[in-house]
């Protein structure tokens, strides 16, 4: 029980740091873009750099997304598998078969 418990810890911790308007653009940016930098979203979302780089720690710190750094310039993109699919429900509509 405890193990299984645990994994419903995780689960709930991930939906809150994506419970954020600016968290869920973020993500859907990088899902679509593959990978950015930050100038690049503060481009996109209009937003100061500093209100960015907090929204991708708090989705870096639970491995959301992850780094990758080019000379000066680092890159984000997404490290969990599982997020393109939640993000394919919550986002893309309605697919009926």
Excluded: W
């Amino acid at each position: 029980m405890d193990n299984n418990f645990k994994s419903y810890e995780e689960a709930a911790e991930i939906l809150k740091a994506l419970a954020h308007p600016v968290r869920l653009c973020i993500v859907k940016g990088l899902l679509e873009k593959k990978d950015c930098n930050v100038s690049y979203m503060q481009e996109c979302l209009n937003l100061p750099q500093s209100t960015v780089s907090q929204h991708l720690q708090k989705l870096r710190s639970m491995g959301i997304v992850e780094t990758e750094r080019s000379g000066l310039e680092v890159k984000y993109h997404i490290a969990d598998g599982r997020i393109k699919k939640l993000i394919g429900i919550l986002l893309e509509g309605d697919h009926h078969e």
